[in-house]
């Protein structure tokens, strides 16, 4: 579903419209008063963090310089790896 995100609004803007998945699932979750309605931002903010996981490799390779690309794309997926560890320690 990613792709056709990007097809249609390109990736920049599809990061940018995604945070109102953020915000949104992130409100839900806090003023659910039902499970169920917990549930649905729970998977609001999932179906987020999908999109930008496909969304930022591909937008720091668009970005980046040809010499770089790679320092690049090492450096987000270690960031990813410490705030993972970051968030387990916590």
Same mark, same amino acid.
Request: net charge negative; charged share 10%; proline share 6%.
């Given at each position: %579903?990613?792709?056709?995100?990007?097809l249609r609004?390109g990736r920049?803007r599809?990061?940018?419209?995604?945070c109102v998945?953020f915000?949104g699932?992130?409100?839900?979750?806090i003023?659910s008063?039902?499970?169920?309605?917990?549930?649905?931002?729970?998977?609001i903010?999932?179906?987020?963090?999908?999109?930008v996981?496909?969304?930022v490799?591909s937008?720091i390779t668009?970005?980046a310089?040809?010499?770089?690309?790679?320092?690049?794309g090492?450096y987000?997926? %270690?960031?990813?790896?410490?705030?993972?560890?970051?968030?387990?320690?916590?």
């Open positions: %579903l990613t792709a056709a995100y990007f609004w920049r599809t990061m940018l419209f995604n998945g915000i699932g992130a409100l839900i979750c003023f008063p039902f499970e169920w309605l917990f549930d649905l931002g729970r998977f903010s999932g179906y987020s963090v999908g999109i996981t496909v969304a490799p937008y668009e970005v310089p040809p010499e770089a690309k790679g320092h690049y090492v987000h997926q %270690l960031m990813l790896t410490v705030g993972i560890v970051v968030g387990i320690a916590v």
